[in-house]
């Protein structure tokens, strides 16, 4: 079942600008993660953040949750040619036990225009 | 590093075939998964596997099956290939257990059913 929905489902930036993509979710989690899937690869993990934290950063990257808005933010900062990629969030809901399974929304789709 | 390896890119089948999609995690680790990606539904669970031998359906295991008879190995089987069946494979690996259930992806399979 889908439960992590991207917003805007595609965006197109210029380098050097920033880049926001948010994400909503419908339960309680435990953790929410964000992945990048260059073209017709797998994903790749990025950055996951705990449902007790509000911020996190890697590098360029700033990831932000609101469990009372059941929703999260990824910041790329000072983007580039090759952060070109699709970004995915996922969940992982907390009625699940264990967490292993993960939620994964459809994703947003960023080009960034050098 | 991780590695999640699937055995092939590209598969062509015809429709009827039974077809083997084979992944392999050099990382023991406990979790296993099968998604099936699809423009504009983003990823979906087909199977998941916690351990040797046990299985859990997801979202979609309608038409598949899985075997897992070792820990790094985790293979997808289509029992009877479909036109529908025409997608990008993923297999995933997770070491497991909350803050550990980030995901860890193979380079895809993209399979096409004539």
């Known amino acids: 079942s889908q439960q992590g929905e991207e917003d805007p489902q595609a965006l197109s930036i210029q380098e050097g600008e920033n880049a926001t993509m948010n994400c909503s979710y419908k339960?309680?989690?435990?953790?929410l993660q964000w992945y990048r899937q260059n073209s017709g690869r797998g994903l790749v993990h990025l950055i996951l953040i705990r449902s007790n934290e509000r911020e996190k950063h890697s590098g360029r990257l700033r990831v932000t949750l609101d469990t009372s808005k059941k929703s999260s933010s990824l910041l790329i900062t000072a983007s580039r040619a090759a952060d070109t990629a699709s970004y995915f969030c996922?969940?992982?809901?907390?009625?699940?036990?264990?967490?292993?399974?993960?939620?994964f929304g459809k994703g947003t789709k960023l080009t960034v225009n050098p | 590093d991780v590695k999640v390896t699937q055995s092939s890119r590209y598969l062509v089948k015809r429709t009827g075939e039974k077809v083997f999609l084979e992944c392999v995690q050099d990382?023991?680790?406990?979790?296993m998964f099968w998604y099936r990606q699809d423009p504009g539904l983003g990823l979906r669970l087909i199977y998941f596997?916690?351990?040797?031998?046990?299985?859990e359906k997801g979202d979609i295991p309608e038409g598949y099956s899985v075997s897992r008879e070792k820990k790094e190995r985790f293979s997808l089987i289509l029992e009877s290939a479909s036109t529908n069946q025409t997608s990008m494979y993923l297999c995933?690996?997770?070491?497991?257990?909350?803050?550990?259930?980030?995901?860890?992806f193979g380079a895809g399979t993209r399979l096409s059913v004539l």
């Open positions: 996922a969940t992982a809901p907390r009625d699940q036990g264990g967490s292993e399974k993960l939620v």
């Open positions: 995933a690996s997770s070491s497991g257990g909350l803050g550990k259930n980030i995901q860890y």
């Open positions: 596997s916690y351990d040797v031998k046990m299985k």
């Open positions: 990382m023991d680790h406990e979790n």
């Open positions: 339960t309680s989690i435990n953790n």
